[in-house]
């Protein structure tokens, strides 16, 4: 049955162009070059004369290669989704068998040099098959109405108070909750500060604070291997059940085992027996998961969102950390503007966010100060100092300021552009990582800046 013909016919029937572009039909949907003439005429008349369609004996005057079938029952719905779902496969089948034309099959060109790189082959073929599918969607309305999609809003509402459509996730420093109520699904926030300033020990804190909250979380560690980065999150889950005690002016707090003897393999005997007795009980100390994909992995080569895009669906997970932004295989972007590239790179990833309901954080880096006094005053990064990746900023939900300093054990956080307030807010953090503390002082403290 020819879609093409019965939905045209059905638009010339009852006067209606605009179906047209209610539902999104274009010449690439029709399979025979009669019909996408008959659509560019009923189209160019309906712009001249006030959105009104053709006769059917104006049609066919103009058009005498296309045939009208009227008296058509089936909804446009109906016709424009069949007619969507035939023209997405017909293009497939082009792509493999050829046009008709005597042409070579793409598909057949790219299998024939798949063999010396099978990863940009299979690449290849994802995206035309995630293009096909797009190409069925078939849109019927615009938005939301505010009066007819009543039942719509109730549904959602519902959803989320069953926790169900999204989640707020709360974070470690309590500032940040008081000011901005946690972090909220499908949202990006930006981590930054000066490079070793703190800020992935910080993103790290949190990530671990999520999945203590039941969050699956997803790490991408693109400067750090594998080891180090679990070394930091089980030095850092050790310091929240105390295995021993570090001094901070006098005070004794409640610490995890030391980074640089884990590191290293150095743990004493008592104490690689305590730490090898408290990785057999991560399952009982987590209840959600962490997941690292780090710089050392060998199959760690292809960092396009695509692939994280296909990560986050693998492990299911509800939180992502990219660390940092700026390692991402950048989108290609044809404006040719400088920093064009990483403006496409944020703008998509805020919309994968959107699409697969996560929390992202991702960090970036702040200018350096300069004089000796920048290397040890600690002052949070504004807004101006954030290098390499502005555009980042202009997608994120809450900007997180760090500077921190080990040798003092302490340091800031601090909020700037806070989509839901909090901007200007800061505290101040007990900061030893080498023994996994990281905490806000005070537990409540916090002042502007």
């Known amino acids: 049955m020819n879609y093409g013909v019965l939905l045209l016919s059905k638009v010339i029937e009852q006067n209606d162009p605009n179906a047209l572009l209610r539902f999104n039909i274009t010449a690439e949907d029709l399979p025979t070059e009669g019909e996408r003439k008959a659509l560019r005429y009923i189209t160019e008349y309906a712009e001249k004369h006030g959105g009104r369609a053709p006769t059917a004996e104006m049609v066919a005057n103009e058009v005498p290669d296309f045939q009208p079938d009227f008296n058509i029952e089936a909804s446009y719905d109906y016709l424009a989704e069949k007619l969507k779902n035939y023209a997405s496969l017909r293009d497939f089948s082009e ?3 050829g046009r008709g034309d005597g042409g070579e099959s793409e598909f057949m060109k790219r299998w024939e040099s798949a063999q010396d790189n099978p990863e940009e082959f299979f690449s290849w073929l994802t995206e035309q098959a995630e293009r096909f599918k797009i190409r069925t969607n078939v849109r019927s309305s615009v938005g939301t109405d505010i009066k007819k999609d009543i039942d719509k809003f109730k549904a959602e509402y519902e959803n989320r108070k069953a926790g169900e459509s999204f989640r707020i996730w709360r974070s470690k420093f309590e500032f940040i909750n008081r000011a901005m109520g946690g972090y909220v699904s499908s949202n990006v ?3 930054y500060g000066k490079s070793g300033r703190g800020k992935s020990a910080i993103a790290l804190e949190e990530a671990i604070n999520c999945a203590m909250q039941g969050a699956n979380v997803l790490i991408w560690s693109m400067e750090m291997g594998w080891y ?3 070394v930091r999150l089980y030095v850092s889950i050790s310091a929240s059940i105390g295995v021993t005690k570090a001094n901070l002016d006098g005070v004794d707090i409640e610490a995890g085992f030391n ?3 884990v590191r290293q393999g ?6 690689e027996a305590g730490f090898m007795e408290f990785l057999d009980k991560m399952n009982e100390l987590i209840p959600g998961n962490i997941i690292v994909r780090a710089v050392d992995d060998e199959d760690f080569d292809s960092r396009k969102l695509r692939d994280l895009k296909a990560d986050i ?5 509800d939180v992502v950390l990219i660390d940092p932004f700026y390692y991402l295989d950048y989108e290609k972007n044809t404006s040719k503007t400088a920093g064009g590239d990483a403006a496409e790179t944020s703008k998509k990833l805020r919309r994968l966010a959107g699409q ?3 929390t992202v954080f991702a960090l970036t880096q702040a ?3 300069e004089g000796k006094d920048a290397d040890f005053e600690l002052k949070l990064p504004q807004r101006k100092d954030v290098k390499k990746t502005k555009a980042l900023l202009e997608d994120a939900a809450l900007l997180i300021a760090v500077d921190t300093n080990a040798e003092e054990g302490r340091g800031l956080i601090g909020l700037n552009k806070g989509r839901d307030g909090g901007e200007g807010k800061s505290a101040e953090i007990v900061y030893l990582p080498q023994f996994g503390v990281i905490k806000q002082l005070g537990g409540a403290d916090q002042f502007d800046f």
Do not use: C, H, Q
Not at 266 to 271: A, C, G, I, T, V
């Open 95 to 97: 792509i493999v068998n």
């Open 189 to 191: 926030y930006v981590i």
């Open 228 to 230: 180090e980065v679990l």
């Open 259 to 261: 980074s640089r003897d």
């Open 266 to 271: 150095k743990l004493s005997d008592e104490f």
């Open 313 to 317: 669906l693998e492990t299911k997970a």
């Open 356 to 358: 697969t309901k996560t």
């Open 367 to 369: 200018e350096e100060g």
